[in-house]
């Protein structure tokens, strides 16, 4: 039953103080937010690839998936990305891979 909750816990929609604000530089915000984990997916792939190389560098989507979607695995995962050192649109194929998996695995897990 953990998972479930856990699970439906990541999944949910967030208030917009929670969302994630997508920029390039500090103070230069792209105007991209997402609010959902299913939004932040969506998002990966519109946004200027400079912002998500900047957020993946400063620890930013590893701290969200973990504090705020409260998904530790997840944040592993883009931990580990990471550590590969991705840029540029392998950077944004690699994190849409694998955040759209996990959030099929959760999905799967509310079911």
């Not at 230069?28 to 937010?33: A, E, I, K, R, W």
């Not at 994190?95 to 996990?102: A, D, G, N, P």
Request: charged share 30%.
């Amino acid at each position: 039953m953990k998972s479930l909750s856990s699970s439906s816990r990541t999944l949910r929609k967030l208030p917009r103080e929670n969302a994630f604000y997508f920029f390039t530089s500090i103070g230069n915000y792209t105007g991209v937010s997402a609010a959902s984990l299913e939004e932040f997916i969506e998002k990966i792939k519109e946004v200027n690839v400079k912002s998500l190389e900047f957020h993946l560098y400063r620890g930013d989507f590893q701290k969200w998936a973990d504090e705020t979607l409260e998904d530790r695995e997840l944040a592993e995962k883009i931990k580990n990305l990471q550590t590969l050192k991705p840029v540029g649109d392998a950077l944004r194929d690699q994190l849409y891979f694998m955040v759209s998996r996990r959030f099929e695995e959760l999905k799967r897990q509310t079911l």
